[in-house]
C-alpha cells in the first residue's frame, strides 16, 4: 500500500507539488492525470526517493520512505519510463535481468526469470533475447522496459507516461496487455499520463492534477458522473463524457430478461461495452439488441430506453 | 503539397550505373602521374645528386606497360561500378600496392651497374603520388562497400609485410635500404624511444584526463579555467614550450637533488614527456568529458529508478556508453603524439625525429624519409587499430 499525506515538494521557491495527500491499496492501479507540469511526474518520483519529499508523509507498507535505503527501496519498486531507458549497450535478456542481477540472484535464477517475463510479454525468447534495443520497434522496446520493471517482481510498479512515444495502435495494444498483465499480477500500481482516455481505460482510481495540486479523485465512473469543474469535465472530453462512461459499464449490467416480443436481429456478447452497444444501435437503426453468451446463445436483451434510464439512476446514486 | 512537389525530382544521386568518377578520376591522376613523373633516381654515391628516370627506362616496357594496364583497369571497372566491380577494384589496388617493390627491383636490375657497391636507386614523385592516390581509392572503396576499418587495415598490413620482405630481400640498392642498414641497432632504439615516449605521455594522459573531466563535472566552475588553460597551452608552438621548460626544468634538477636522481633535467626526456603530456591533456579532457556528458539523461534515469548504486552507474551504465567517444579522444591524442615526438629529438629525447634532423643537416633526404616512414606508418597503423577498437565497441553498430 501506498499513502501520501499533506505531501509537498518545493524547487527553491518554486512549489511544484502542494499539500496533496492519496492513498494507493495494495493491488489497486492508480492513475495521476494532468496537463504537462502540473507535478504528477515529480509525484511519482518521490515515491522511489528519485526525489526527496519537502514536507508531509510518504509511507509505503506501514513505513514512512525515509526509513528505507532509496537504493534498497528502488530495487523493490519496478519503474517505467517514457523513453524506455533501456541501456543501449545491453541485450534485451541483459536489460531485463538487471535488477535481479543487482539483488545477486544466482546466474539460472536471473534467466528463468527472464525467459518467464519475456513470455509474459508476448516477446519470443529466441528472436529477442540477443537483439539490442536499437533493433526494436518502439512497442517492443517498451514491452522490454515493462519487463525489466517486473523482473525482481515487486510488490509496486510506478509507470511515468510509459506509452507516451507510441503511435496510437501500439498504444492501445500494450494498454490492453497492461490490463490483462495486471489482472493477472495485482501489482499496486501508480501510472502517469496525460491521456484521459488511456486513464480511464486503466486505472481502478483517478486521480486529476493541476498546478501542482489534486483537484479531484476517485473511481473512473465517479468522476464521469460528476466532475468538480469544468477543468476536469474538459480533461474528461465535454460532451464526450457520456460516451466515455458508456465504455466502462458492460452490456450485462444493464441487460433485461428476454421480452415476449420477437428477439431483436442485431446480437451483441455480454461483455462487451455500452458503447460498443450504442454504436451497434447506431449503425443497425435499431433500439433493441439481443445479448448473447460467448456460445452466441442468447441470454437477454437491451434496450436504449432502459440505458437512458439507467444512466439517470447512476447520477442519482453518485450524488448520495 | 506544393506544385514544386510535382515536378519530376533532378537526378542528384549516384546510382549503380553512373560512373563512380572519384575512382576515374583518381585512375587518371594515377596515369598521368605514371608518365609524367620521375619514377625513380639513380645515383653512383650518398653525395651526388642523382639522375631521374621516367617509366619506359625505369620499367622497361613490359612493365610500364602492365602497370598502365593495371592502372588503366581501376578506371574502367569504376566506370560501371556494381558491388562485384568493387570487390575486384580492391583487389586491384592491393595487387598494385604489392607490386610497388617489384617495380623497383626490376628498377634496379635495369639501372643499376653492378661494378658500383656504392649506387643507390631513390624513389621517384611517381611513386609517392600513387601511393597516395591508392590509399585515397582504399577509402572511396571501404566506404561504397561498407567495409568496416577493419578489413582494409589488415589487407594494408598484408601489403607492408610484402614491402618489407623484398627490401630485405632483393633490395640492397634502394636508397632507404642502405640507409637503414647502415644504422640499424640505432633505428630500432629510436622505435623503442619513439613509441615509449608516445605511450607513456598518451597514458599518463589518459589517466590525467580521466580525473580532470570527472572533477570537471563535479565542480562547475573548474570547467571553464581547465579548458581556457588548455586551449592555451596548444596554441603555444611546440619548439617554444620545449625552450620554455627549459629553464624551470634544469633549475628544479639542479636544485632539488631528489628530481635530479629521478632524471628531471632541463633536455632529454623528462622536459619532453611533459610537453607532450601538456599538448595531450586537451583532446584528452575534452573528448572524454564529451564522451561522458554525451551519455543519455533517460539511460542514466532509469539506471537510478532501478536501484544502481552511484559507482555501479558509473561503471556499468556511463563509461561503457561513453567509451566510442572517449576512445576517439585517445586515437587523435596518439596521432597528434606520434607527429610531436618527432620534434622532441631536437632537445635530446631520441626517437625517430632524430633521423629527420640528422639527415636534414646532412642534406641527405633518403634518411629523413628513414625517420619520416616510420612515423608515418606508426600514426597510420594507431590510426586505423583504435578507429576499429572504437567501431567495435559499438554494440550492434549503435549511433
Same mark, same amino acid.
Given at each position: 500500500m501506498i499513502e501520501l499525506s499533506h505531501v509537498s515538494k518545493r524547487f527553491g521557491e518554486e512549489t511544484a507539488v502542494d499539500d496533496i495527500s492519496l492513498r494507493v491499496p495494495k493491488g489497486k492501479f492508480c492513475a495521476l492525470v494532468g496537463t504537462s507540469g502540473c507535478g504528477k511526474s515529480t509525484t511519482l518520483r518521490m515515491i522511489n526517493r528519485l526525489i526527496e519529499h519537502s514536507e508531509g508523509d510518504i509511507i509505503l507498507d506501514g513505513q514512512a $520512505?525515509?526509513?528505507?535505503?532509496?537504493? +534498497?527501496?528502488?530495487?523493490?519498486?519496478?519503474?517505467? $519510463?517514457?523513453?524506455?531507458?533501456?541501456?543501449?549497450?545491453?541485450?534485451?535478456?541483459?536489460? $531485463?535481468?538487471?535488477?535481479?542481477?543487482?539483488?545477486?540472484?544466482?546466474?539460472?535464477?536471473?534467466?528463468?526469470?527472464? #525467459?518467464e517475463l519475456m513470455d509474459l510479454l508476448g516477446l519470443p525468447v529466441g528472436e529477442f533475447a540477443h537483439k539490442y534495443p536499437h533493433q526494436l520497434s518502439g512497442g517492443q522496446a517498451q514491452r522490454v522496459g515493462v519487463a525489466r520493471a517486473l523482473a525482481a517482481d515487486p510488490d509496486i510498479l510506478l509507470m511515468d507516461e510509459p506509452f507516451g512515444a507510441l503511435d496510437p495502435i501500439t498504444r492501445e495494444?500494450?494498454?490492453? #496487455?497492461?490490463? +490483462? $498483465?495486471?489482472?493477472?499480477?495485482? +501489482?499496486?500500481?501508480?501510472f502517469v499520463t496525460h491521456d484521459m482516455d488511456e486513464?480511464? +481505460?486503466?486505472?481502478?482510481?483517478?486521480?486529476?492534477?493541476r498546478e501542482g495540486r489534486i483537484v479531484q479523485q476517485g473511481s473512473p465512473l465517479a468522476l464521469l458522473q460528476q466532475p468538480a469543474d469544468s477543468f476536469v469535465e474538459s480533461l474528461l472530453g465535454g460532451l464526450e463524457r457520456g460516451l466515455k462512461q458508456a465504455a466502462l459499464t458492460r452490456v450485462k449490467d444493464h441487460m433485461t430478461s428476454m421480452g415476449p416480443t420477437l428477439p431483436a436481429q442485431s446480437r451483441i456478447p455480454a461483455d462487451f461495452s455500452l458503447r460498443q452497444a450504442l454504436s451497434m444501435m447506431l449503425r443497425d437503426h435499431s433500439d433493441r439488441l439481443t445479448v448473447v453468451d460467448q456460445h452466441d446463445v442468447p441470454i437477454g436483451e437491451l434496450s436504449l430506453r432502459r440505458i437512458i434510464k439507467e444512466a439517470q439512476l447512476d447520477k442519482g446514486s453518485a450524488r448520495e | 503539397m506544393s506544385l514544386l512537389d510535382a515536378?519530376?525530382?533532378?537526378?542528384?544521386? %549516384?546510382? &549503380?550505373?553512373?560512373?563512380?568518377? *572519384?575512382?576515374v578520376s583518381l585512375s587518371l591522376i594515377m596515369l598521368a602521374a605514371f608518365w609524367g613523373l620521375d619514377v625513380v633516381s639513380m645515383a653512383p654515391n650518398r653525395i651526388v645528386q642523382g639522375t631521374s628516370y621516367g617509366a619506359l627506362e625505369a620499367l622497361g616496357w613490359p612493365g610500364a606497360l602492365l602497370a598502365t594496364l593495371l592502372l588503366s583497369f581501376i578506371g574502367i571497372l569504376a566506370w560501371q561500378p556494381s558491388h562485384r566491380h568493387y570487390r575486384a577494384l580492391l583487389a586491384a589496388v592491393m595487387t598494385l600496392m604489392a607490386l610497388m617493390p617489384v617495380g623497383l627491383i626490376a628498377s634496379s636490375y635495369l639501372l643499376i651497374d653492378p661494378e658500383l657497391p656504392q649506387a643507390r636507386l631513390g624513389l621517384g614523385a611517381t611513386y609517392w603520388v600513387v601511393l597516395f592516390v591508392l590509399l585515397l581509392c582504399l577509402i572511396e572503396i571501404r566506404l561504397r562497400l561498407k567495409l568496416t576499418r577493419l578489413w582494409p587495415t589488415l589487407l594494408l598490413c598484408g601489403v607492408a609485410l610484402v614491402w618489407w620482405l623484398c627490401a630485405t630481400? %632483393?633490395?640492397?640498392?634502394?636508397?632507404?635500404? @642502405?640507409?637503414?642498414?647502415?644504422?640499424?641497432? @640505432?633505428?630500432?632504439?629510436? !622505435?623503442? =624511444?619513439?613509441?615509449?615516449? *608516445?605511450?607513456?605521455?598518451?597514458? !599518463?594522459?589518459? /589517466?590525467?584526463?580521466?580525473?580532470?573531466?570527472?572533477?570537471?563535472?563535479r565542480y562547475a566552475r573548474l570547467q571553464k579555467g581547465a579548458f581556457a588553460v588548455l586551449n592555451f597551452l596548444q596554441t603555444i608552438p611546440s619548439l617554444a614550450l620545449f625552450g620554455l621548460l627549459l629553464a624551470p626544468l634544469a633549475w628544479l634538477a639542479a636544485n632539488v637533488p631528489l628530481l635530479g636522481r629521478l632524471g628531471v633535467s632541463g !633536455?632529454?626526456?623528462?622536459?619532453?614527456?611533459?610537453?607532450?603530456?601538456?599538448?595531450?591533456?586537451?583532446?584528452? *579532457?575534452?573528448?572524454?568529458?564529451?564522451?561522458?556528458?554525451?551519455?543519455?539523461?533517460?539511460?542514466?534515469?532509469?539506471?537510478?529508478?532501478? &536501484?544502481?548504486?552511484?559507482? =555501479?552507474?558509473? %561503471? @556499468? /551504465?556511463?563509461?561503457?556508453l561513453a567509451l566510442p567517444?572517449?576512445?576517439?579522444?585517445?586515437?587523435?591524442?596518439? *596521432? =597528434?603524439?606520434?607527429?610531436l615526438t618527432a620534434v622532441a629529438a631536437l632537445i635530446g629525447a631520441g626517437g625517430l625525429g632524430t633521423f629527420i634532423f640528422q639527415g636534414l643537416g646532412q642534406a641527405a633526404m633518403d634518411m629523413v624519409l628513414l625517420g619520416a616512414l616510420p612515423i608515418l606508418m606508426l600514426a597510420l597503423v594507431v590510426d586505423a587499430g583504435l578507429g576499429a577498437l572504437a567501431e567495435a565497441l559499438r554494440p550492434g553498430g549503435t549511433r
Open positions: $520512505i525515509e526509513v528505507y535505503d532509496p537504493v +534498497k527501496l528502488r530495487r523493490r519498486i519496478g519503474y517505467v $519510463i517514457q523513453h524506455t531507458g533501456l541501456f543501449p549497450h545491453w541485450n534485451v535478456a541483459r536489460n $531485463i535481468g538487471l535488477v535481479p542481477r543487482l539483488l545477486k540472484w544466482s546466474a539460472a535464477d536471473v534467466q528463468g526469470r527472464v #525467459e495494444k500494450l494498454q490492453d #496487455e497492461l490490463a +490483462k $498483465i495486471q489482472a493477472r499480477l495485482h +501489482k499496486t500500481v501508480v486513464a480511464l +481505460k486503466l486505472a481502478d482510481h483517478l486521480v486529476v492534477m | 515536378l519530376p525530382t533532378p537526378r542528384l544521386r %549516384w546510382d &549503380g550505373r553512373h560512373p563512380n568518377t *572519384v575512382l630481400l %632483393w633490395l640492397d640498392s634502394l636508397a632507404l635500404v @642502405q640507409e637503414f642498414k647502415a644504422r640499424d641497432r @640505432q633505428f630500432l632504439r629510436a !622505435i623503442g =624511444q619513439h613509441v615509449t615516449l *608516445v605511450g607513456a605521455a598518451v597514458s !599518463i594522459s589518459v /589517466v590525467v584526463g580521466l580525473v580532470l573531466a570527472m572533477l570537471m563535472r !633536455i632529454g626526456t623528462m622536459p619532453a614527456l611533459i610537453a607532450l603530456i601538456a599538448y595531450s591533456l586537451l583532446p584528452m *579532457v575534452r573528448n572524454t568529458y564529451i564522451a561522458l556528458e554525451e551519455v543519455s539523461p533517460d539511460t542514466l534515469e532509469a539506471a537510478k529508478g532501478m &536501484g544502481m548504486r552511484a559507482g =555501479q552507474r558509473f %561503471w @556499468q /551504465v556511463r563509461l561503457p567517444v572517449l576512445l576517439e579522444g585517445v586515437r587523435i591524442t596518439t *596521432v =597528434q603524439a606520434i607527429g
